[in-house]
């Protein structure tokens, strides 16, 4: 079955850049689609389709996905990106949801 | 703009049915994929299944022997079953849309806590 692996957790301090990747087999062939999740609140999508942005995300978050990596960068960290950030494709194939294990953003 | 608010009892016994609601608001069931999908504490999202209005579903490997979704359009509500539940079922539990012809969940519920415990 479909497997995206991310890192457990990123630390980057504010201002800085911090990447999030999200390997699988041939990953760069789907669509991949990121979310952002804070305590207490709704999960919220902030890339999709591997780099394009809902409105209302800010421009500091951007998608890259090519061969078995996507990436999600988010450019000068705010305190307030500090959140889980999940990994998403489609499985047509079985048409089935497929989701990262998900990745702790830490803002220094 | 499309709302959803989930709703259901906050505990339920082992072995037990799981069962809860979601409302729909602002739009048209029949323009989405509805899904359910939840989150254990301290994991990631796991998908648990969908449902479009004519009645189609599609459920998760791992859960398809104890789900069902339904769809109740009169009342635009979606409603999630999940029986035999093990203290491994809980979870925060949401309900999304999907776009016809799109594949990511655009719009969320605020989750409802279901904890399984006797």
């Known amino acids: 079955s479909y497997v995206l692996t991310q890192p457990p957790s990123v630390a980057v301090a504010p201002g800085q850049t911090a990447r999030i990747t999200c390997g699988g087999h041939n990953i760069g062939i789907d669509g991949v689609h990121w979310y952002q999740l804070k305590p207490g609140q709704a999960p919220v999508l902030v890339v999709y389709d591997d780099t394009d942005r809902p409105s209302g995300i800010p421009e500091r978050f951007s998608g890259f996905n090519s061969g078995s990596t996507a990436t999600l960068t988010i450019s000068r960290v705010e305190a307030g990106d500090e959140a889980d950030y999940h990994c998403q494709v489609w499985d047509t194939n079985n048409d089935h949801v497929v989701f990262g294990g998900g990745t702790k953003l830490t803002v220094l | 703009q499309v709302q959803l608010q989930e709703s259901g009892p906050g505990l339920v016994k082992p072995s037990e049915t799981l069962s809860l609601t979601c409302s729909v608001s602002?739009?048209?069931?029949?323009?989405?994929?509805w899904n359910w999908i939840r989150q254990s504490p301290g994991k990631g999202l796991e998908w648990i299944g969908y449902?479009?209005?004519?009645?189609?579903?599609k459920y998760s490997p791992s859960l398809n022997s104890r789900v069902t979704i339904s769809v109740d359009m009169s009342n635009n509500q979606l409603s999630l079953r999940l029986t035999s539940v093990t203290a491994a079922d809980t979870a925060m539990y949401y309900c999304t849309s999907v776009v016809l012809g799109g594949d990511f969940f655009g719009i969320w519920g605020q989750g409802t806590m279901v904890t399984v415990s006797s």
């Open positions: 602002g739009g048209s069931i029949s323009s989405y994929y």
């Open positions: 449902i479009y209005y004519s009645g189609t579903t």
